[in-house]
């Protein structure tokens, strides 16, 4: 599953002059980031990616999936209905069940009762956000710190399977 979700930037975040390389973008809330991430079945992260916040959710979405395996089914949101998200999940040898935008021509195949488990990702950010505020100012800070809370989840299963 692939989807991305927006964290405000703290303003004690927000003092570089030059916040372009930080992956702060100004959108209606102030300044913000987003955060980019695919989950497994189970809801636990297996890439993360950070952008400015007036970025589109595709726009990171071909570096993240680069690592999809054989077989795999890639569930996103609407924002990820493009030919090419599906060619690339086609060439991988996976299947895109993304429901399609409204001003698609062709029809496309869709299983609403497969989309149904996407609401795993919604809970990873749901996590994630219960600690993530951003208060760094430097963008590999941050994301470091987003992965220590995504490694606290994976132990978290860990434990509680032994």
Excluded at 59 to 73: I, N, Q, Y
Excluded at 132 to 158: G, K
Aim: proline share 4%; hydrophobic share 40%; net charge positive.
């Amino acid at each position: 599953m692939i989807d991305t979700s927006i964290v405000r930037v703290h303003q004690h975040g927000a003092c570089i002059t030059k916040n372009q390389r930080q992956s702060m973008g100004r959108s209606r809330g102030g300044l913000t980031s987003k955060i980019h991430a695919v989950v497994d079945g189970n809801g636990l992260p297996v890439r993360l990616a950070l952008s400015p916040g007036e970025a589109h959710d595709v726009r990171l979405a071909g570096k993240l999936l680069s690592r999809l395996k054989s077989g795999a089914m890639l569930l996103a949101d609407r924002g990820y209905d493009a030919d090419w998200i599906r060619e690339l999940a086609m060439k991988k040898g996976a299947w895109a069940n993304i429901p399609p935008k409204s001003n698609r021509s062709d029809p496309i195949c869709f299983s609403p009762y497969l989309y149904r488990a996407r609401n795993r990702i919604e809970r990873f950010f749901n996590r994630i956000k219960q600690v993530a505020t951003r208060y760094d100012r430097l963008a590999a800070n941050y994301l470091a710190f987003v992965q220590l809370a995504s490694i606290r989840l994976w132990l978290r299963l860990n434990e509680s399977a032994s």
